[in-house]
């Protein structure tokens, strides 16, 4: 798709619009825009799905650093028999050397009706396992961070390619013309950063808003979103009087879908001064409602999802933490009940509260970090990144809850039955949402590129 370069007199206008009161307030929510309110104006409509779906929305419940798949849902038994050896099948590279077999001490039950293995270690989460399908045979291509968390996010380790959330967006569009189609919630920077959520070659309206939701304020977390020096109506008059100049601008120069494009997204910073103030703000929730979730910025994620899918927000990825704080290379034992303490609360209030509104049906849960760990040691009581074979989960969303599918080896070390790659998750999601992975494409640089690459089979015995 040919973009054409609006050349030296956009500068001009840009002068022009600061002038006029937008000012950085409205050029930054610009940036915000949802795909639905530039289509009309740049002529890049959604795909739309190539079936019904089964979900229209997707949180993903991201553990940054990789989360010990031994310690959740993955049981092995034979580690306290093979204690502190290293037998064929726990010798597998990983990123760094590692000892031996290293048990997991917290201890699992069958839980719900169901009877899914869960660990103590997560107690509030275990009540929902019939909700839940456990996926216990992922595996990726690279034990290393970087290059992990951009297959996860973008489908491949090649740092040029767009974020699944910028699929679904290009493929679905938004439900919601005043908020943005995708939204990412942080409280700081994860490894890669905003090259997790961006666009690539897709169009840039199809990228991720960041949110930096450290501080919960509303005015916090949505910086110069608000025009403080000019009223409502003020606003609306100059925004009428820039579509007139725009429109004449618009006719001198026929073709140009940027132009276009730009002048809408002032229409939609306008809007979004109320309806994103309004999402955002969680002092809104009663103190019940506030009290289910719990404290902490992981907590207020969750909370915030909610209130944004709620709203029409396509996807919303709600990263654990600041850099990597599942990355227990020591002390993992002591680390990770913290970890999942500050995790269980929440995620089991966001499927009581989407279930209780009438959306978990409809909408997907997706939890998991970039890979797991292992089941030996390093530096004594540590575990060292592990891309043969971890697990995740989902919930809702039309997959199958209250089961487990896949296996790995007895040492939990490496997936050998049923095993689901991440092109197969992608794939998956993709299905579930209603969109063919493989006829979802976009041309680019004289091939078509789509989010599995050349790879990628749908899990259909997980899917309702």
């Known amino acids: ?74 049981p092995k038994p034979l580690l306290e028999k093979y204690a502190g050896t290293k037998p064929s099948g726990a010798d597998l590279l990983t990123e760094r050397p590692t000892g031996g077999l290293l048990p997991s001490p917290f201890k699992f039950r069958p839980r719900g009706e169901s009877g899914v293995q869960v660990s103590d270690l997560l107690p509030h989460i275990s009540q929902h396992i019939d909700d839940i399908c456990v996926l216990k045979s992922l595996h990726a291509d690279n034990p290393n961070h970087g290059p992990a968390l951009l297959q996860m996010n973008n489908g491949t380790i090649i740092p040029t390619r767009p974020s699944m959330g910028a699929w679904f967006l290009y493929g679905l569009g938004s439900e919601n013309a005043n908020l943005p189609g995708y939204v990412v919630l942080c409280p700081g920077r994860p490894v890669r950063f905003s090259i997790l959520w961006n666009s690539a070659f897709l169009p840039s309206e199809h990228q991720g808003t960041y949110i930096n939701h450290s501080t919960i304020q509303p005015d916090k977390m949505l910086p110069h979103l608000s025009n403080t020096k000019w009223d409502d109506q003020t606003q609306r008059d100059q925004l009428d009087l820039l579509r007139q100049i725009n429109a004449e601008h618009i006719a001198s120069r026929a073709g140009d879908s940027v132009l276009r494009a730009r002048n809408e997204s002032m229409q939609t910073a306008y809007r979004m001064q109320f309806a994103a103030s ?187």
């Open 278 to 464: 309004e999402a955002f703000d969680v002092t809104r929730e009663t103190k019940l409602s506030k009290d289910a979730y719990g404290p902490g910025h992981f907590a207020n994620g969750c909370l915030l999802a909610r209130r944004l899918v709620e709203r029409g927000v396509r996807f919303v990825q709600v990263y654990y933490g600041n850099g990597q704080p599942w990355d227990t290379h020591s002390g993992h034992d002591e680390t990770v009940p913290k970890l999942c303490k500050n995790i269980d609360q929440p995620i089991a209030a966001l499927i009581s509260d989407l279930k209780e509104r009438g959306l978990l049906d409809d909408t997907l849960i997706v939890w998991g970090g970039e890979f797991g760990r292992t089941p030996t040691s390093e530096n004594g009581n540590g575990r060292d990144h592990n891309h043969h074979g971890f697990s995740m989960w989902m919930a809702g969303g039309g997959v199958k809850g209250g089961t487990s599918y896949g296996e790995t080896d007895d040492f939990g070390f490496k997936s050998v039955v049923d095993k689901v790659h991440v092109h197969d998750l992608h794939a998956t999601i993709l299905h579930l949402l209603g969109l063919d992975h493989q006829r979802l494409t976009y041309r680019h640089a004289g091939r078509d590129f789509r989010l599995t690459d050349v790879y990628g089979r749908v899990v259909h015995d997980i899917i309702a």
């Open 1 to 74: 798709m040919t973009r054409n370069n609006p050349g030296p007199a956009s500068f001009d206008r840009r002068q022009m619009l600061r002038q006029f009161g937008g000012g950085i307030g409205a050029m930054g929510a610009a940036s915000m825009m949802p795909s639905n309110a530039i289509a009309a104006a740049t002529g890049t409509s959604p795909i739309g799905p190539h079936f019904p779906a089964k979900a229209k929305r997707v949180i993903h419940l991201f553990m940054n650093g990789g989360p010990y798949q031994g310690d959740l849902f993955d």
